[in-house]
Every structure is written in structure tokens, then in C-alpha cells.
């Protein structure tokens, strides 16, 4: 899932990164070199930082990015997992790191500062991309990896409710007011881009006892396991989707914001490197959802290391190779 957090003072983040010392991550100690990228080792004598946020799915994008760096000859330094959105990215901002996968409804809304994402995920990618530029980071081509919201319901109820849409959730609350029942977190209860809006926008309207607030992970077991929730708020790229056997319902109304990944590069750093934005175009362009899905679930579900899944991936499709 992506953590999103609200804002923080550009000056008080600066404070946080140089007094938690953000040079104090681990070096990436693994033997690998080229495989389809990175021939030749455009990177070797570079000294570069690679970073994320605090879930599985970014810690494995970090270290994908990472391992690739590492492979190319670079000395990486490992600061990936810190907390929240806003912290991996004032240090790609502010030089501290110089690399992360970073998300672009994120960007546009949290970041910079916008009230309404763009439906088009090249024209938000686009807009992010041009605008972030005056803070240091520069964007490279996104990934079609959407992790956004959604709702969804396990196959077995839906295989009596039969929906399909959102639009469909709101025919059947109008219909049978009290078969619908949602659990959520309690910041998307409350959020203008979470079930206010989405109530809003599909015309749903659930009294206050259908909506049950929890925290995230156990939102997943409620709407598998029990007849409590109905519905649940999943993110779209996490890999409990599918082993817990629960059908999205398609946001047909556009109404969440893209989240596509994307490599967001501090600016100097690419000037310097620019083989890192052609090492990384085949590597993002493999990045799918349903990737996603996989690989958080050898996380979330499977209990492996984050590292070896990123490196294991890479191995497999050929990007790297042991040394």
C-alpha cells in the first residue's frame, strides 16, 4: 500500500534529514554486474543514494534501483524505508539521495500542491514532471504500475452481488441500503480524495453505521474472511488482492488519482549520470500492476525480503546478472 501523509515545512524536513544523518544507510554489498543494462558500467566511481518510503512495495522499487545502480559500477548506499512519503522525497529533492520510485498523483497532489489530479496518466505525468523541475527533481518516464485506491469484495459474495463497477455499488446501496457495508482506514474516511469524494461523485450515500474504520492490513482479512464488510479499501498493486481472492471494482467514473511510478532523479545528479534515465527506461517499462501484485505478495504474504525480491526480479528478466 502507499503511505500518504500530509505536509511538512521544507525547513523542518531539512532539519529532520541532517539531524537523522541520512548518509547512515547500508552499503549494497551484492556481486552483480550489466545484463541487458548498464553494459559497459557508465556508473563506475559514482557514489550515489538510493532511497524509498516505508511499505513493500517502494522498498522493492528502491532496491531495484539500487541493484541496477550497483551493476552499472556504482558504490550504492542503501537508505531505502524511511517514513512516509515526505521525507524520501525532500531527500531526493535536497541531494541527500538521488533516487527513488516515486508516485505521481503523490507528486501533484501532495507534493505540489494541486486540489484535482488529471484523469490522463501521461498529461499527469507530464505536469509533474515539468513542475517538479524547479525543485531539483527530475521525472523519467512512468511506469503503467497504478497503485491507487479502489474497494473491492471477496469473489464469494460477489458471486451473489455480481458487481463489477463503483456505479454498480451505488445502484445496490440505493437498492438494498443496508447490503452495503465498507471497511476503511480512518484517514481515507475522512480524506477529500478517499469516500467522501467517492460518495460524492458516484451519488452513494451509506449511513455512518455501514462504515467501519480500521487499520489497513486488517481490512484485507475483514472483507476475505468475515461477513462484516461488504466492501473494503485495497490498493490496487498489493499482492493480498489476489491471495485472498477479492475482485477490484473499476473506478468507472475516473474518480481516484493515477499513481503511476515513476524514477524521480535529483536534477544535478542526472546531469552528471545521464545513462541513469536510459539504464532505467526498460526496467520501469516492465513495471505492470499485476507485476506489483506478484512481487508484494512474495512480501506481504510469503514473508520474503524485499532486497532479494527486487534482485531475484532483476536476475530474472535479465537486467543484471551475478558476478
Known sequence: MRVRTGLASAATL?????????????????????????QGQPLQGASLTVTSKNFSENIILGNVIGLVFKAAGAEVLDRTNLPGSISAREAVAQGEADALYDYTGTAWITYLGHAEPITDPQKQWKAVRDEDLDNGVTWLPPATLDNTYALAISKENNAEYRLKTLSDVAALAKKDPGAVTVCVENEFASRDDGLPGMQKKYGLKLPAANIKKMDAGIIYTQVSKSD???????????????????????????????YNAAPAIHTATLDKYPEIATMLAPVTEKLTTELAQELNSKVDVDGQDPHEVAKDWLLEEGFIEEG
Open 14 to 38: 531539512a532539519l529532520v534529514l541532517t539531524g537523522c544523518g541520512l548518509k547512515s544507510g547500508s552499503p549494497l554489498v551484492d556481486d552483480v554486474v550489466p545484463g541487458s543494462v548498464g
Open 228 to 258: 462484516s464488510c461488504l466492501l473494503g479499501e485495497v490498493y490496487t498493486t498489493d499482492g493480498r488482492i489476489k491471495a485472498m481472492n477479492l475482485d477490484v471494482l473499476e473506478d468507472d467514473r475516473q474518480f481516484f488519482p493515477n
